[in-house]
């Protein structure tokens, strides 16, 4: 850490953040900017808070570490971010490490001269506190997204993090084999399972594995698998997301229901082969029609990967004609229920054994209630539907 001399440097980066009002005229001259390299830490997990710094420029990471030693990154952050905030306010030492992902920039202040001349200040209370309850949300959801997202995922966004910095196209991280146990410790998984992960997105070529490096070879295949940095996301954008992936879902589901309708009524006129030849064909004419328009000749560059998935269209094939003869025999709702029952329960089993190369899922008791209720719906639909037809059969005689 170097302190900078450069108050010019300070006003330049109050002014870039929009900061000048938020640190009172009397605590401006305690101001300093501080220098950090990268891969240097900044405060480290039970060390005294001495500091509050506000990240103006450059990435870092943070991470906690258990009683045993094990690490578990939470997030990644660029400006504008505060450390040592919680701590200053509670009075409690550095809750988790933080660490210079690329060199970086902070205006740092001594806690003794906040509490002197910042205390009673509004906007920097307010500032703190808007700061302060978007960590506890990120935090959240950090930790979830570190339990429900696959390890491969994880990966590709921790790697997406380290090697690259949107505000510093210059800047170009490397991860080192001899530092992948540490990486292993802190997307939460074991040291022999990220080496499976790192050989399965090498052979998919997404990345390259040397004796010395792990390097990034298709950065755009990396960040559609890690759904645009998992841990960097704002709570806003994860908000907007998650709204966008639920309005997604429910489209799709009305349109899975809207084309079964079709198909069960083009099958009355036509067959159950020449509906799926119609279905299927249809289909391949518009995504590649729709796929050129939008992707041009990278619709074709597909990747390397395991011979047998070149034929996951056949499967289509039995889906159209299940689905359609399902609906002839059961109609829509109750075929549709029992479509989306086998579904979760089949993807339940293979997350469970770990089949069809996906990461093994622990088995949940919460998992078999989902399941059960879903069944327990059917039923009630099923039943409900007897009852009436009963009894309207009984007021007609």
Known sequence: MKGLKDREQLYQYLRMHQLESVFPESLLPHLTVYSFDQGELICSQGDPALHLYVLVKGKIKIYTTSAEGRALILSFKTPLEVIGDIEYIRGRDIINTVEAVTPVHMIGVHHTRLKKYGSDHAPLLQFMLDIITQKFYVKSNSLSFNLLHPVEVRLAGYLLAVSFDESDAQFKGQIRTTSLKDVANLIGTSYRHLNRVIAQLCAEGL????????????????????????????????????????????MAGSLIGLQNIFNS????????????TLVLGLGFLASMTIGYLFEGKQLFALQTMQTWYWFSGLIGVGVVVCMVQGIKRLGPMYAVSIVLTSQLAFALLWDSLGWLGLTKVPFTFKQLIGVLVIVGGILVFKLGGGRQARQAAVKTT
């Not at 755009?220 to 996301?233: T, V």
């Not at 994860?238 to 639920?246: A, S």
């Not at 009524?265 to 799926?276: F, I, K, M, P």
């Open 207 to 250: 990345l390259e594995r040397t004796q010395s490096l792990i390097l990034i070879k298709n950065k755009e295949g990396l960040r559609r698998l890690a759904g645009h940095h998992i841990y960097e996301k704002s709570a806003k954008g994860r908000g907007e997301i998650m709204v966008i992936g639920l309005l997604l879902a429910l």
């Open 265 to 276: 009524r083009v099958n009355e006129r036509a067959g159950t082969w020449a509906t799926t």
